[in-house]
């Protein structure tokens, strides 16, 4: 992380913000990035994957586009961010938020209301995903203009993929709304994919409570490994709920009166999210305590048996220790039925005292 923010924010003392023509500069990463740009409106839709963007984005768009939507999957060409920042003016703070990975879900507004800049909302989001039973996350960055939205994922993801379905079939409401509209469509479809993670922490948590009910031994690292799940889940979830309701309450030209009431069914989504999320990270800690008492049990029953089988063997001990010392005039040492006596009596006393604790219940 802290790499990161040196190669975009440079030495320390630099000024804040990403310049466009300093974007360039910028040191790139590995990996393929992916450039697709959607156009539709309510009559027609038009799909392109870009491989010249800068010779695309010279070209005006079809007359009958209502919305563009362009999508950058990976962020290892700057030259490709550089193109799109500087075709549609946006801010180089947004700029720099976009290319440092660690940004706490947000929404921003910039330009509008007469300056020079075009009106433009940027929110920053994070999308969560299961990769070999761990949770990983990685940020979205989008830009709501008037009729544009562009997107930048730092790798290839499915999220998005029922959103464009739902773009290629006429009538849907997606093409009979504006590009707010789209931007509501696209946070609602990270949320909604938060549900099926949490569903799998909670038959995950259901297991570890049934492995430890049947005395394992290893369920505490599964429970460590659950709960930070989800205080990584409960990260990305908590802010969302501010940059919901920020759309929510907050009137903005680029925000249809339309998307913002659908932006309170969002946030009902948001707050159920937390609730679940609360509800599971008690119940790790629930599961922790449990785990504890387990093998605190099991430690005692341990004592208990030990105890038991020494408190046996103390007078026995006793006996074999009178026995056992070297005086010369033992009455009992003469007799032929000293030793079987000594026998019986030893099984006598170990008997009438497994007796008496069965009948006190302590085996």
């Not at 920042?85 to 706490?104: C, F, G, I, N, W």
């Not at 562009?150 to 773009?167: A, C, G, K, N, Y």
């Not at 005086?327 to 003469?334: N, Q, R, V």
Request: hydrophobic share 40%; with cysteine; charged share 25%.
């Amino acid at each position: 992380m802290l790499k990161q923010l040196k190669r975009i924010r440079g030495h320390l003392g630099a000024a804040p913000g990403v310049e466009h023509e300093d974007i360039v500069r910028l040191p790139g990463g590995s990996g393929k990035v992916t450039v697709t740009c959607m156009d539709y409106s309510p009559a027609e839709v038009q799909v392109q994957e870009i491989d010249d963007l800068e010779g695309f984005l010279q070209h005006h768009r079809p007359e009958w586009s209502a919305v563009r939507w362009i999508n950058v999957d990976g962020l290892s060409n700057m030259r490709v961010i550089h193109a799109l920042a500087t075709k549609y003016e946006l801010h180089p703070l947004a700029v720099e938020d976009l290319l440092h990975l660690s940004q706490r879900p947000k929404v921003e507004s910039y330009g509008g209301d007469g300056s020079e800049i075009n009106a433009r909302l940027f929110i920053v989001t994070h999308a969560l995903e299961l990769k070999e039973g761990s949770l990983h996350s990685e940020q979205v960055s989008i830009f709501l203009g008037h009729k544009t939205v562009l997107t930048f994922q730092e790798t290839h993801s499915q999220v998005w993929d029922p959103i464009r379905q739902r773009i290629k079939v006429k009538g849907s409401r997606l093409r009979a709304n504006d590009a707010s509209f789209l931007m509501y469509s696209l946070l609602d479809a990270i949320v909604d994919r938060c549900f099926p993670l949490l569903e799998h922490y909670g038959d995950r948590a259901e297991e570890l409570e049934e492995a430890i009910l049947e005395g394992s031994q290893r369920p505490i690292g599964g429970i460590h490994q659950l709960k930070r799940d989800l205080l990584h889940l409960r990260r990305v979830v908590w802010p969302m709920r501010e940059v919901v309701a920020t759309l929510q309450r907050e009137p903005h030209e680029c925000m249809s009166d339309t998307t913002r009431v659908y932006m309170r069914d969002l946030y009902d989504h948001v707050i159920q999210m937390i609730d679940i999320v609360e509800t599971y990270r008690e119940l790790a800690s629930d599961l922790t305590e449990t785990y504890m008492s387990s093998v605190s049990n099991r430690m005692n029953e341990v004592m208990k048996v030990l105890t038991v089988i020494g408190t046996i063997f103390i007078p026995l001990t006793f006996l074999a220790g009178v026995y056992g010392m070297n005086f010369h005039h033992f009455p009992e040492l003469d007799q032929v039925w000293a030793y079987p006596a000594f026998w019986i009596i030893c099984v006598l006393v170990a008997g009438f005292m497994l007796v008496l604790f069965r009948r006190r219940d302590w085996l």
